[in-house]
């Protein structure tokens, strides 16, 4: 099977309603006698049936399935859930934060240290990780480290952080940075773990991706402080022109979202206070 990325671990990138520049989103299928189906994301008919020769074939290997996986609540993560929910009688998992933002219900409510044995040695462990979205998990199979990483972070695109859905740029950057922990732990342990993210191709080397998020994260976080505190920029549009002047105005509104959010972590971390949509120095 093509889709095999490891023994016991298979990848479809199925298309979506997904952020440009991605267009598709990763479902992983993980497990030994039972098998977890991680992200089943598409809404389209096409796509579902690529899943479903592929779910078919598996358990026509004499393999049965255990659950679903939904990472977190994002329209773009959760297209097949219920209805291969219902087509197989199988539970869907997911953290109580996810469930209570979907439109549809979760049978089985888990979190951080939560596990499955799937057999054939495959435990899957859910590692709470919000930030992005307040229920999100990454789900990591213990056999072949491989880990579903969802929107935590990308292979193509970038990670949005937007307030208005319940994301947080401070819980973001501390599951990013406790994660890059995580797998150096095992990188120590002589293991190599490697991530699916929801968008675009494996990542295996997770750790360098992390810590990559984290610096731009703060380089740009540097640059809106420095706005505002030596700068003297006070309104919301002229901190955002002065923290994004290397990118193209067309994503502004984009930048908008990610200028909220580290204003908002700024004030949590009392170096600003908001004076309408903009900020001042706290000390100011
Ligand atoms: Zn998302």
Request: overall charge negative; cysteine-free.
């Amino acid at each position: 099977m093509t889709a095999g990325i490891a023994e016991g671990a298979w990848v479809l990138n199925l298309d979506t309603p997904t952020l440009p520049p991605a267009t598709a989103t990763n479902t992983l299928i993980v497990g030994g006698d039972r098998l977890l189906i991680i992200e089943p994301a598409t809404p389209h008919a096409r796509e579902q049936a690529r899943l479903d020769a592929l779910i078919a074939s598996l358990l026509a290997d004499g393999r049965a399935l255990a659950g679903i996986v939904v990472t977190h609540h994002h329209v773009d993560h959760i297209g097949y859930a219920p209805a291969l929910r219902d087509r197989h009688e199988i539970p869907i998992f997911a953290h109580p934060q996810t469930a209570s933002r979907l439109d549809f219900p979760i049978d089985t409510h888990i979190d951080e240290g939560w596990t499955i044995d799937l057999g054939e040695g495959h435990v899957v462990e859910a590692l709470f990780t919000p930030g992005h979205a307040p229920g999100h998990l990454v789900v990591w199979d213990r056999k072949t480290n491989i880990a579903h990483a969802g929107d935590l972070v990308a292979g193509e695109g970038t990670i949005l952080v937007d307030v208005s859905d319940g994301g947080d740029m401070g819980v973001y950057l501390d599951s990013l940075r406790r994660m890059a922990a995580h797998v150096r732990a095992h990188q120590a342990d002589g293991q190599s773990p490697s991530f699916v993210p929801a968008h675009g191709p494996v990542l295996d080397d997770p750790v360098a991706v992390l810590e990559h998020y984290v610096s731009h994260r703060l380089a740009r976080e540097a640059k809106i402080r420095r706005a505002v505190v030596e700068g003297g920029r006070r309104a919301f549009l002229g901190i955002l022109a002065a923290a994004y002047d290397d990118v193209p105005k067309k994503l502004w509104p984009i930048a908008a979202m990610s200028v909220e959010a580290h204003l908002r972590k700024l004030v949590a971390d009392g170096e600003l206070v908001r004076v309408g949509k903009g900020a001042r120095p706290a000390a100011g």
